[in-house]
């Protein structure tokens, strides 16, 4: 079956810039979407359809999928931005939804 | 506004049944696709079931298929997961999600999540 891979963990400086990566075969041939979740709160979609943002998602969060990796990028990361990261595709062999691991994004 | 309230989660033994709702208002609902996403205690997301607008058409997670089934009242705006032969590992905070437009199956709208403890 697909398997999505997550770091389980990424530190980054407030105003630099954070890179959180998802792994799967061949994933460029899918469409990845990303979610944030805070604690204690539901998830919220930030990116759908490798690089699309929802409207209200500030533009620091951009993301790209080529190869075997998608990439969520958060510029001028701010404390707020502290949170689990996931991203997700649709597996049209088997019809399931996946999801990553998780990432926890912490701002130093 | 888009809001999706689930609701049923509580404490069960192992092998009870327990039947989650989820009340969605704020948009045109027999247009939209709906999941079931849960999360155990500390871990990650997990994708648990999907039905299509009309509710023909079913999908579920493998390990949850045969014993647990999703159902959707178009007239009333509601869903329904009923599960059945509850088990430890079925302990998690349970989410209804809309599913976005386009066909690439994301969530765009979720719910705050009901929580379902499975323990003797």
């Known amino acids: 079956s697909y398997v999505l891979t997550q770091p389980p963990s990424v530190s980054v400086a407030p105003g630099q810039a954070a890179r959180i990566s998802c792994g799967g075969d061949n994933i460029e041939s899918k469409s990845v979407h990303w979610y944030l979740q805070k604690s204690g709160q539901a998830p919220v979609l930030v990116v759908h359809d490798d690089s699309e943002r929802p409207s209200g998602i500030p533009e620091r969060f951009s993301a790209s999928n080529s190869g075997n990796t998608a990439t969520l990028t958060i510029s001028r990361v701010e404390a707020g931005d502290e949170a689990d990261y996931f991203c997700?595709?649709?597996?049209?062999?088997?019809?399931?939804?996946?999801f990553g691991g998780g990432t926890r994004l912490t701002v130093l | 506004e888009v809001q999706l309230l689930e609701s049923g989660g509580s404490w069960v033994q192992p092998g009870e049944s327990l039947r989650l709702s989820c009340a969605a208002s704020g948009f045109t609902f027999y247009n939209f696709a709906l999941s079931w996403v849960r999360q155990a205690p500390g871990k990650g997301l997990e994708w648990v079931a999907a039905i299509s607008g009309g509710g023909a058409t079913r999908y579920y997670a493998d390990s949850v298929k045969g014993r647990f089934t999703f159902s959707r009242d178009n007239s009333n705006n509601m869903l329904y997961l009923h599960m059945d032969s509850l088990r430890a590992d079925d302990t998690a905070v349970y989410y209804c999600?809309?599913?976005?437009?386009?066909?690439?199956?994301?969530?765009?709208?979720w719910g705050l999540g009901t929580l379902v403890t499975v323990s003797s």
């Open positions: 997700q595709v649709y597996d049209m062999k088997s019809d399931h939804v996946l």
């Open positions: 999600a809309r599913v976005g437009t386009g066909g690439s199956h994301y969530f765009d709208h």
